[in-house]
């Protein structure tokens, strides 16, 4: 499942959709398999971002 973290509050209703829809679209498409990275960001780590 691909997780929605947006780092500012100042998204609008209809681009937070259109960002959750395409979260669905990359999960369906992902169809389960995990995707790791070499080099982390900040934003990934616990706490960031919210």
């Known amino acids: ?3 929605l ?3 500012d509050d ?3 209703p209809r ?3 259109a960002l959750a ?3 669905r679209r990359l999960s369906a498409w992902l ?6 990275t070499v080099y982390p960001s ?3 780590q616990p706490g960031a971002g919210g």
């Open 15 to 17: 681009a937070r959709e």
């Open 10 to 12: 100042d998204v609008s």
């Open 42 to 44: 900040p934003a990934m």
């Open 1 to 3: 499942m691909v997780e």
């Open 5 to 7: 973290c947006l780092l």
């Open 21 to 23: 829809a395409e979260a």
């Open 31 to 36: 169809d389960g398999q995990r995707v790791f």
